[in-house]
């Protein structure tokens, strides 16, 4: 199984981004596909996932209304559409899957982070004040 984030890069706080996840090796419906985030020194954060199973969706508060998750089962991709960044977005943004997450337990494990076997290798995004 194999996951490659893709997209990140410098731009100004106002500006955007979209990160693209590439998903091969296992059956892209049967699991959910979460985007985390982590800070040196900070803990990681889930910033938003997708269930392939039945579509549900997870925003941490931090990006409700900027970020938008995206899935295309026939591309076997995960897309996160970034808008209105802000300096406190940068950070090194890895995609990650979780086998058969769904309904209100994508929220549960996307918010705590559990439940994702299989990493990407990250991408970085830096947004400048």
């Known amino acids: 199984l194999r996951l490659v984030e893709s997209g990140g890069g410098l731009v100004q706080a106002g500006g955007s981004l979209r990160l693209s996840c590439a998903a091969s090796?296992?059956?892209?419906?049967?699991?959910?596909i979460g985007w985390f985030r982590q800070v040196p020194g900070k803990e990681r954060e889930g910033v938003s996932c997708?269930?392939?199973?039945?579509?549900?969706?997870y925003y941490a508060d931090s990006v409700k209304g900027r970020f938008t998750i995206s899935s295309d089962s026939a591309k076997n991709m995960v897309f996160l559409q970034m808008n209105t960044l802000k300096p406190e977005d940068t950070a090194v943004y890895y995609c990650?899957?979780?086998?058969?997450?769904?309904?209100?337990?994508?929220?549960?494990?996307?918010?705590?982070?559990?439940?994702?076997?299989?990493w990407g290798q990250g991408t970085q995004v830096t947004v400048s004040s």
């Open positions: 997708i269930s392939n199973v039945d579509g549900t969706t």
């Open positions: 990650a899957a979780a086998f058969r997450l769904a309904e209100s337990a994508v929220q549960f494990y996307a918010s705590a982070g559990a439940a994702f076997d299989y």
């Open positions: 090796g296992f059956r892209f419906d049967d699991y959910a």
